[in-house]
């Protein structure tokens, strides 16, 4: 496994080493040993698998209370993932960083608590996977406006999208509920 940083602090690129033949691949999506010894020393608690139409984004999420550590991927497709630094204690308060995640590429994105997590659905459909270390409290959820300008997210432009209320009428960041 290949643990690599990215522009932002704490949240780190996976690229599983895949063992392949004329049958298929083989790898191992979370090993807590070879995690921790990477610097990603978390418990997970709670499994999520969505599945979702090409232009559908979602998010961008957190929670205020029981913030949570994610680890995404994609089983199926392809989608453009962001996640937006909300610790207002960060260097990089307000920043993102933004890639492709898809099944093709079987790269992970580790996103620890303090950030917003959300993607787009760049490819026909995608089944995005993702564990969690805190579960799912409704009334701690927050949703930070996707296309807010101030946080200057490159969405592909090329694709409408589709968003749930909830992500439609999201706070901007300026607004939001942030960490220390």
Known sequence: MR??????????????????????FFFESWNRRAFADAGIDCDFVQDNHSRSVRGVVRGLHYQ????????VRVTEGEVFDVAVDLRRSSPTFGQHVALALSAANRRMLYIPPGFAHGFMVTSES????????????PEHERTLLWNDRALGIA????????????????????????YA
Request: aromatic letters at 10%.
């Open 64 to 71: 205020v209370e029981h913030a949570q550590g994610k680890l």
């Open 155 to 178: 969405w592909p432009g090329a694709i409408a999208p589709i968003l749930a209320p909830k992500d439609a009428t999201g706070t901007p960041l300026a607004a939001a509920d942030c």
């Open 3 to 24: 643990v690599a940083p990215t522009a932002l602090h704490d949240v780190m690129l996976i690229e599983p080493r895949v063992f392949g033949d004329a049958r298929g």
């Open 126 to 137: 995608a089944e995005f996977l993702y564990k969690t270390t805190d579960y799912w409290y």
